[in-house]
């Protein structure tokens, strides 16, 4: 982990998302693998991005590294519409347990052997553009000057929950042929379209 576990940096991330998002969130820990990494926390915004609605935000991914990253960090969101609050930290719980193993790319699915949240039968995430309407672009969670070389930027990836038929759809036909069909991608109650 690099040095990066600041309370400075967490509260800067939060003063950002609460920004996008109007709303305070209520922070919750998540026991991560690897005590070493550093922490992974679940911010989660209820009747965000409207009533009916919550939205979740990761904290902790962007401590680790991947080539494929360039010199930016990862944070996951997730955005459902239900009342079930247990979906926020659904990505939080993910990243805690794959952080340093998975690179968390667009397209990609992750599965779980359980279902993610009591009373659903989703046990997937597909990875993709973030859900909420704002243009969240990167975040810088550095307090530098602007066009400081010293910046700590930070890409928002949307966590999607799937169905395990729908996981395997996309391994065997590809993300692209599973995006482009016809699914409510808000909803953690539909049934599967593969």
Known sequence: ??????????????ELLNSLT?????????????????????I????????????????GLSFSSHPGWGARGRELSITV??????WSPVPARVVAALRGICPFNLGQVLGYMKPYVEGSTMNSLVLAEPA???????????????????????EI???????ASERDFVYSHGFGAFWSLEWDRFNPAREPVA
Do not use: N, Q
């Open 1 to 14: 982990m690099s040095g990066r576990d600041t309370l400075d940096r967490f509260d800067h991330y939060c």
């Open 44 to 59: 989660s915004y209820i009747g965000t991005p409207e009533p009916g609605y919550v939205t979740g935000f990761t904290y």
């Open 132 to 154: 909420v309407e704002r243009d969240l672009g990167l975040l810088d969670l550095s307090r530098a000057e602007v066009g400081s070389e010293a910046r700590d930027l930070v």
């Open 157 to 163: 990836v949307g966590a999607y929950p799937i169905h």
């Open 22 to 42: 109007g709303v305070t969130p209520i922070i919750s820990d998540v026991e991560p693998r690897v005590i070493e990494d550093g922490p992974v926390r679940a």
């Open 81 to 86: 519409r239900s009342d079930d609050v247990e």
